[in-house]
């Protein structure tokens, strides 16, 4: 899959067009480790006019894209995001 992490929002931007689509799951969550913090990573994959992409967004990546959702798009529902959760070390 082509990777355009750079086009993944804009997908989402203004609408261009009756014949403007995208389909997006995100999935597979993947703790990363950044010195001595640590946050969760997302596969974002999915398929628009340009072909199909897989991204990696973190928890903060999808509340801006809620929010640009709900900006650009205020006539149609967007659900909220499931709240963020602590990542608890095993050790």
């Not at 597979?28 to 640590?38: A, I, M, S």
Request: with cysteine; aromatic share 10%.
């Amino acid at each position: 899959m082509e990777s355009r992490p750079e086009e993944l929002f804009s997908t989402f931007g203004e609408p261009e067009g009756q014949n403007s689509y995208a389909v997006v799951s995100a999935s597979d969550p993947l703790v990363k480790e950044d010195g001595l913090r640590k946050h969760v990573e997302y596969r974002v994959s999915g398929q628009d006019q340009k072909g199909n992409f897989e991204v990696y967004r973190r928890y903060k990546d999808f509340k801006v894209l809620r929010s640009i959702l709900v900006q650009n798009w205020g006539g149609c529902y967007v659900p909220q995001i499931p709240p963020k959760q602590m990542i608890v070390s095993s050790t």
